[in-house]
């Protein structure tokens, strides 16, 4: 399971949209007892927020496309498909990111998925 700490240091890789910066802090929005949270980031420049979460069982149940998505997309250090889903954030409304891990190298890496790609 990710840590607040994994999350926050992985958001790193993303820009604000508004400011661009790429600092964020991470709340806890609702925490669930079984470890599926949701958190709000916050962008240290310009305060925008985004929710990020780590639910990532529900999301997988109600977007199947996903999982399959995920089975055929090859890690980019070892090429294995086994890649599982850490946690996602919705970035802004148009861009999701999914944070990914390969199972086979532990390899960490994001992938942005178009909000049309799962409609
Ligand atoms: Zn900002
Ligand atoms: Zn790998």
């Known amino acids: 399971m990710v840590t607040m700490e994994n999350i926050q240091q992985r958001l790193g890789v993303l820009a604000c949209p508004i ?8 709340r806890i929005k ?16 310009c305060r925008y927020t985004f929710p ?3 639910e990532i069982m529900l999301y997988q ?12 997309f090859p890690c980019p250090k070892c ?3 086994e890649a599982e889903m850490d946690f996602r954030c919705t970035v802004t409304v148009r861009e ?5 891990r390969c199972k086979s190298c532990l390899f960490e890496f994001n992938e942005v998925m178009a ?3 799962y409609e």
Do not use: Q
């Open 115 to 117: 909000a049309e790609a």
């Open 19 to 26: 400011c661009h910066k790429n600092e964020f802090s991470l």
């Open 79 to 81: 090429g294995i498909c």
């Open 30 to 45: 609702s925490e669930n007892p079984d470890g599926e949270n949701v958190y709000t980031a916050m962008c240290a420049g």
């Open 96 to 100: 999701s990111r999914l944070f990914l």
């Open 61 to 72: 149940l109600s977007n199947p496309d996903i999982v399959s998505w995920l089975k055929g």
């Open 52 to 54: 990020v979460s780590t």
